[in-house]
């Protein structure tokens, strides 16, 4: 087997979507303190100008949903600062609530900005690194991504699709020396969880209420490190390392003690006051 080379970050360009705020935003410090050369694209210029000035990354505004706009950031980024070495795409939103609940758009909406947002990412600098012969692309799945949670049926999916991706990416690139990872960030303090937190229904809330969040900044260091030791899998927490070693197998065991708890709490959410 070949000996793996260390990635080198002070000879490296790292692109972070989703840059502006929570994970995305930790990822760009925690690269910049590597002394990599950063570039972080959002949508929102005043946000993406605040985090990237303090730190001295470059930026772009682009929507990861539009395949052209986001295209065209990352070429004026990699003019700016040489060819992408590593791709973290951390765009992403959740908005939970029950199935029949939910608007028929959102479910469309997740898919585009989770799912399609890896892709066109991926793809905005796939070719230069599969010419090149080297890369690396970490995507951002999640534990509801690996396990059924209630109140995620538009979530859950989206990030499942990412875990796919990755794997049927690691095939196809893995040969002209391009590494795909799969980051898994448990619940984690950031504005946009945040704001997930203020529409979850109350089976979700006895689901995920247990949980203590990490910072961003707990996850940015878990991807600084993962890309040190070549992972192709990203955990933080317990739950999601066993569910990536061992897959569906886990599933059917964890199924009745969350059925207990959410029907606990439908109990209780329905019961007269």
Known sequence: MAKRTPFDW???????TGGSQGIGAAVARAARARAAAVSIIARGEEPLRATAEPIG?????????????????VDELERRSGPCDLLVACAGTALPGRFLEVPIDEFESQMRLNYLGA???????????????RGHLVLTSSTAGMIGVVGYTGYGPTKAAVHQLAHCLRYEVGPAGVTVAVLYPP?????????????KPPETVAVSGAITPVSA????????????????????????????????????IVRPILARMIGKARAASTAPS
């Open 10 to 16: 002070q000879r490296s360009h790292v692109i972070v």
């Open 57 to 73: 990354a470059a930026w772009a505004s682009a929507d990861v949903t539009d395949p052209d706009e986001l295209q065209k950031a």
């Open 119 to 133: 892709v066109h990412a991926a793809r905005a600098v796939l070719p230069g690194m599969v010419s090149r012969g």
């Open 187 to 199: 619940d984690t303090d950031t504005p946009g969880f945040a704001v997930e937190n203020t529409r």
């Open 217 to 252: 900044d707990v996850v940015a260091a878990a991807v600084i490190a993962g890309i040190d030791k070549g992972r192709h899998h990203i955990a933080i927490d317990p739950l999601t390392r066993v569910l990536v070693r061992a897959g569906g197998i886990v599933e059917p």
